[in-house]
């Protein structure tokens, strides 16, 4: 039966039960309870307690915090349970080692270790030897301090390096006004160059390391936002840079056991807000949760949070994308492309992208589709040609004349009932985002107008002799899709209504307005044609 409770003056008294305390003998009561608690505590502990306090004293004095390795809760309390860890800086006697041996034909000019990039702060160890790769725009470095937002490279040979506006810019917005232009140059506030000896006045004995690599992209949000300009050149470029550090990806994008490439803890993003990362068809976000699970993200404000701490940062190891540096290479002015000036770095071929697309089939849980993959399933989806038509139809510019859209369908529908072929007509806003990537992992021809929809082919399998077709008004043509597909071995056409051109043969770059119109030609008679004669040559070759 419920209490029922009923007021007596002074006190509390529930039906069935005894006259609760009044208030001012129960405060006591409680007060003498705790103390009594207290002092159980301190009789038990005392002894553990000034144990740990003698071993925290004794490492806090007889161990310097220094850049190179500061005391951390795992000296004190022991290794807790973490992910693995990047592998080990270099010795002292080896600059170049953490770069693999380069031993490849690579220019001197491009890949260093420096030798007298360190330094010393009261007679402790040095920071580890500075090591890094270099080419416009793109920058993979190890040792690098972060304070106040400024990056700091320590060396006393700076010789080595290019001008710091070939690594580095401010981040601002990209405009096409030349009177905006003055601003992109990189200044001391974001980074310098700085000897042994100035480095110890700047950081002092103090510091924290950043463990594992870091990618870090210097562009402005303008670009963040974008599925393609994300993925299709800001992971892709620094992707290729990281790899610079295994020469031997082999085909199937398994890394072999010992590879320095550690899945990247962090990507940084110092010039972009959380909010404007996200694209609009949310593919990005879910690729690098996709590929990346455990990395973390840091944006303007995360970024502006260590700043605050006046303290140095130490980062392992961290890739660096920056568009503005980009275009100063002759990659750019040729191509008009970010990402080419990456590739002048030594790698694996076009085995380089293998890690990521790997990873993101294994995501999807799509194992039929690895390559290395020998499983009666796998060699069934594998032999099979899927053709996806990547239709823009409904988004109002760039798109196909409507009679010569419906014919293109036809020609399609043709070779499936001929020959057997898969063949999805898609738009692709109208499918999940799983149902993109799974399409696009299975497809083996990949055709449509200059659009986002077509960064899907960058998924396409290259062992399977894959092949994209891009439509473009007459005359127009653009590097976007042509240059990735290049550089990842696969087959390109571009098409101007009946003539198309190949990775051999391609324009100028020009974009004007019919670029962006909606009435571009195609012939999807003479498209068809070629999807078959793609397909029959390569089956013959590969018998």
């Not at 999940?432 to 960058?458: C, F, I, P, S, Y």
Request: glycine share 6%; net charge neutral; charged share 20%.
């Amino acid at each position: 039966m419920a209490l029922r409770e009923k007021q007596v003056p002074g006190s509390r008294v529930f039906a069935g039960g005894e006259p609760f305390l009044n208030r001012s003998r129960r405060g006591a009561v409680y007060l003498a309870i705790l103390f009594f608690c207290v002092w159980l505590f301190l009789g038990s502990s005392s002894s553990s307690v000034s144990s740990t306090s003698t071993r925290i004293t004794s490492k806090l004095k007889n161990q310097a915090l220094r850049l190179t390795s500061p005391i951390t809760d795992e000296e004190i309390y022991g290794p807790p349970v973490l992910p693995p860890q990047p592998r080990p800086l270099p010795p002292k006697d080896s600059a170049i080692a953490p770069l693999r041996s380069w031993e490849h034909g690579v220019p001197e000019t491009t890949v260093h270790g420096i030798s007298g990039g360190e330094y010393s702060v009261d007679g402790v160890a040095p920071l580890s030897h500075l090591s890094f790769i270099l080419h416009a725009g793109w920058s993979l470095l190890e040792n690098v301090v972060l304070l106040n937002g400024t990056l700091f490279i320590v060396s006393d040979d700076t010789s080595k390096f290019p001008p710091l506006d070939k690594m580095f810019s401010t981040g601002v917005p990209m405009e096409s006004e030349p009177s905006t232009w003055r601003g992109r140059d990189t200044t001391p506030r974001e980074m310098q160059i700085v000897s042994t000896k100035r480095a110890s006045e700047l950081f002092g004995p103090y510091g924290s390391r950043i463990q594992g690599t870091t990618f870090f992209c210097n562009d402005a949000s303008q670009f963040a936002s974008h599925y393609y300009h994300f993925v299709g050149e800001i992971l892709f470029g620094l992707w290729r840079t990281y790899s610079s550090l295994d020469l031997n990806i082999p085909a199937s994008g398994k890394l072999q056991s010992g590879t320095p490439l550690t899945a990247p803890r962090r990507f940084m993003f110092p010039h972009v807000n959380a909010a404007d990362f996200r694209d609009y068809s949310g593919l990005s976000e879910f690729i690098m949760r996709a590929v990346f699970p455990s990395m973390a993200f840091e944006f303007r404000d995360t970024f502006n949070d260590r700043n605050m701490t006046g303290k140095p940062f130490i980062l392992d190891r961290v890739v660096i994308g920056d568009r503005i540096a980009a275009e100063l290479s002759p990659q750019w002015h040729r191509l008009y492309k970010y990402v080419a000036p990456a590739f002048e770095l030594p790698g694996s071929g076009t085995n380089f992208w293998g890690p990521v697309r790997r990873a993101l089939v294994q995501f999807l849980a799509k194992d039929e589709l690895l390559s290395d993959s020998t499983t009666p399933e796998s060699i069934s989806a594998r032999s099979k040609t899927v053709i996806t038509y990547v239709s823009r139809q409904d988004w109002g510019r760039r798109t196909l004349l409507p009679a010569d859209h419906d014919n293109l369908v036809k020609a399609l529908r043709s070779l499936e009932r001929r020959h057997g072929y898969e063949v999805n007509i898609v738009s692709m806003d109208k499918l999940t985002l799983q149902e993109q990537l799974n399409l696009a992992l299975r497809t083996t021809v990949m055709l449509g107008v200059h659009g986002n929809g077509l960064t899907h082919a960058l998924w396409m399998d290259p062992s399977r002799s894959p092949v994209l077709m891009e439509f473009f008004a007459d005359q127009g043509f653009s590097f976007d899709y042509e240059y990735p597909m290049r550089q990842l071995g696969i087959t390109y056409y571009g098409w101007w209504n009946s003539k198309s051109f190949s990775h051999r043969e391609l324009p100028e770059n020009h974009i004007d307005d019919a670029f962006q119109g909606t009435a571009i030609r195609i012939d999807g008679e003479a498209v068809a044609k070629r999807i078959h004669e793609h397909v029959t040559s390569t089956a013959q070759s590969s018998s």
